[in-house]
């Protein structure tokens, strides 16, 4: 099967530990994503609940190594359970941190090509939100 990824970097002024912490720590997820029910510190299942107490979007940590590395399988609601991978690499840089997004495993293909598009413009509006949050915290 074909598939797309989405890659994302940006520069945030914050060093790796605290651009960890928004990765990994539910209060600063739900700034600018969804909250877990657990940290993401450790491999095992996570779920981020929606609005109405379901689970929005779920998966297994895969591994996670504090402010260099967090890899995890990934799946949304209107996914319909299809299984992706998500990998975040944390670099420091002079006053701060690279953070590089890779979103592997999106299925090609017409049918699905508005899923590719709604991620893409998915992590943008996520990425932003990080980004503002990343800088008041």
């Known amino acids: 099967m074909t598939t797309h990824a989405i890659e994302k970097a940006l520069i945030l002024a914050a060093p790796p530990a605290d651009v960890w912490a928004f990765l990994t720590d539910p209060d600063k997820l739900a700034v600018w994503f969804h909250r877990p029910q ?45 299984m992706t991978e998500v990998t975040w690499t944390l670099t420091a840089v002079e006053a701060g941190t690279r953070l590089h997004l890779l979103h592997d495993g999106i299925p090609a293909g017409a049918e699905t090509f508005g899923l590719l598009t ?4 998915g992590w943008d509006d996520h990425l932003v939100r990080l980004r503002k949050a990343s800088v008041a915290d």
């Open 38 to 82: 657990t940290a993401l510190t450790q491999p095992g299942p996570y779920s981020m609940p929606g609005e109405d107490g379901e689970p929005l979007v779920w998966g297994d940590v895969r591994e996670a190594t504090a402010h260099s590395r967090l890899s995890m399988s990934f799946t949304a609601r209107p996914m319909g359970g299809l």
């Open 118 to 121: 709604a991620f893409d413009g």
